[in-house]
T-cell receptor
Framework: GAGVSQSPSNKVTEKGKDVELRCDPI?????LYWYRQRLGQGLEFLIY????????KSGLPSDRFSAERTGESVSTLTIQRTQQEDSAVYLC????????????FGQGTRLTVV | DQQVKQNSPSLSVQEGRISILNCDYTNSMFDYFLWYKKYPAEGPTFLIS?????DKNEDGRFTVFLNKSAKHLSLHIVPSQPGDSAVYFCAAKAAGNKLTFGGGTRVLVKP
């Protein structure tokens, strides 16, 4: 597709379960970012990929969170042993040359932990 | 510690009038600032940006002003249109590719 695609669009999971969120960036975009937005708050940086490596993962909130990217394309964000405070919209963005300045965002995955 | 703050959670303005959105930051290392617009159930879309070497950048109905000494920037939308109703996020970056976002301002433009 032409834009950044994220799946699923909505995910409801039980506390303690693992979840995997997927991001398909725009073809050819070398840089990929994950952000999350908790209810009523701004976007919170999680991790940045340049190609398949992650030079900045300083925003991952705990070791329950991990992300990988393969083939300079798809990225998955995995949250293990989900907690209620993980409930948020998880947004992925990609940019052509690594500049976040004009990154394109996907529509997000709304995660609800019950 | 919120490094980027948007102190007005919401703003209501009449169609045709000016919308002014404000943003304050604390990190003096920020050198590039952006505004994003977000509709419900969609990702944010880039609107306009400004480098710290400038104090104004204009793009059509949108103008961003930067006051470095006050660590303050603002977005002016004139004239405001009903389609401008959305949540607007201010964001800033220092070196690297990490954006720090404000909490957003919800704008409602009344016809």
């Amino acid at each position: 597709g032409a834009g950044v695609s994220q799946s699923p669009s909505n995910k409801v999971t039980e506390k303690g379960k693992d979840v995997e969120l997927r991001c398909d960036p725009i073809s050819g975009h070398t840089a990929l970012y994950w952000y999350r937005q908790r209810l009523g708050q701004g976007l919170e940086f999680l991790i940045y990929f340049q190609g398949n490596s992650a030079p900045d993962k300083s925003g991952l909130p705990s070791d329950r969170f991990s992300a990988e990217r393969t083939g300079e394309s798809v990225s998955t964000l995995t949250i293990q042993r989900t907690q209620q405070e993980d409930s948020a919209v998880y947004l992925c963005a990609s940019s052509l040359d690594g500049s976040i300045g004009k990154a394109f965002f996907g529509q997000g995955t709304r995660l609800t932990v019950v | 510690d919120q490094q980027v703050k948007q102190n007005s959670p919401s703003l209501s303005v009449q169609e045709g009038r000016i919308s002014i959105l404000n943003c304050d930051y604390t990190n003096s290392m920020f050198d590039y600032f952006l505004w994003y617009k977000k509709y419900p159930a969609e990702g944010p879309t880039f609107l306009i940006s400004i480098s710290s070497i400038k104090d104004k950048n204009e793009d059509g109905r949108f103008t961003v002003f930067l006051n470095k000494s006050a660590k303050h920037l603002s977005l002016h939308i004139v004239p405001s249109q009903p389609g401008d109703s959305a949540v607007y996020f201010c964001a800033a970056k220092a070196a690297g590719n990490k954006l720090t976002f404000g909490g957003g301002t919800r704008v409602l433009v009344k016809p």
